[in-house]
T-cell receptor, first 115, second 114 residues
Framework: DADVTQTPRNRITKTGKRIMLECSQTKGHDRMYWYRQDPGLGLRLIYYSFDVKDINKGEISDGYSVSRQAQAKFSLSLESAIPNQTALYFC??????????????FGPGTRLTVL | GDSVTQMEGPVTLSEEAFLTINCTYTATGYPSLFWYVQYPGEGLQLLLKATKADDKGSNKGFEATYRKETTSFHLEKGSVQVSDSAVYFCALPAITGGGNKLTFGTGTQLKVEL
């Protein structure tokens, strides 16, 4: 079974709709992240969370919100979707450990299309 | 701020050809450096890493050497296979404001043909 799972894997929605993307992990990591991937732009960080009480904005948080329901769950919401939020969304986890290597572990991604 | 610059793709090679994907970085100090790979339809996964200057990371026949003099971390493989077709991302930690984030390059798509 995958350590980091994302649901749904694909979603098509309409402008103005509310959408929630969910991420679950079984790695026991405290730190979780949401990225979006656009062609030619690489990955950009939307939000990140150190633990259930610590949530931080990334470089492109406008139009998004998150909820950390438990150590293992981190959800991303688009309150009112717009077409330029069409992208591939990734959840990731990390655990610095004693070496502080900051390796991140990614889910398979959610492809979101906003019409 | 910290940043990563990768060569643009796509890079198209024949099987068994030599691969180099360039990566240079701008950062304060000497951070760890990473190469991630994204196979078609999948999420990113760590390919290799180096934690200090002059370290060489290696995995699956790929290598990259952390060179602080040239602020580079170029990815190399001596003989590519069709199964290496993927998008490759160079990355470094961006430790600002107490956050442990990764800054990614824009990715380089590799296509290997028979």
């Amino acid at each position: 079974d995958a350590d980091v799972t994302q649901t749904p894997r694909n979603r098509i929605t309409k402008t103005g709709k509310r959408i929630m993307l969910e991420c679950s992990q079984t790695k026991g990591h405290d730190r979780m992240y949401w990225y979006r991937q656009d062609p030619g732009l690489g990955l950009r960080l939307i939000y990140y969370s150190f633990d259930v009480k610590d949530i931080n904005k990334g470089e492109i948080s406008d139009g998004y919100s998150v909820s950390r329901q438990a150590q293992a769950k981190f959800s991303l919401s688009l309150e009112s979707a717009i077409p330029n939020q069409t992208a591939l969304y990734f959840c990731a986890t990390s655990d610095p450990g004693t070496s502080g290597s900051y390796t991140q572990y990614f889910g398979p991604g959610t492809r979101l299309t906003v019409l | 701020g910290d940043s990563v610059t990768q060569m643009e793709g796509p890079v198209t090679l024949s099987e068994e050809a030599f691969l180099t994907i360039n990566c240079t970085y701008t950062a304060t100090g000497y951070p760890s450096l990473f190469w991630y790979v994204q196979y078609p339809g999948e999420g990113l996964q760590l390919l290799l890493k180096a934690t200090k200057a002059d370290d060489k990371g290696s995995n699956k026949g790929f290598e990259a050497t952390y060179r602080k003099e040239t602020t580079s971390f170029h990815l190399e493989k001596g003989s590519v296979q069709v199964s290496d077709s993927a998008v490759y991302f160079c990355a470094l930690p961006a430790i600002t404001g107490g956050g442990n984030k990764l800054t990614f390059g824009t990715g380089t798509q590799l296509k290997v043909e028979l």
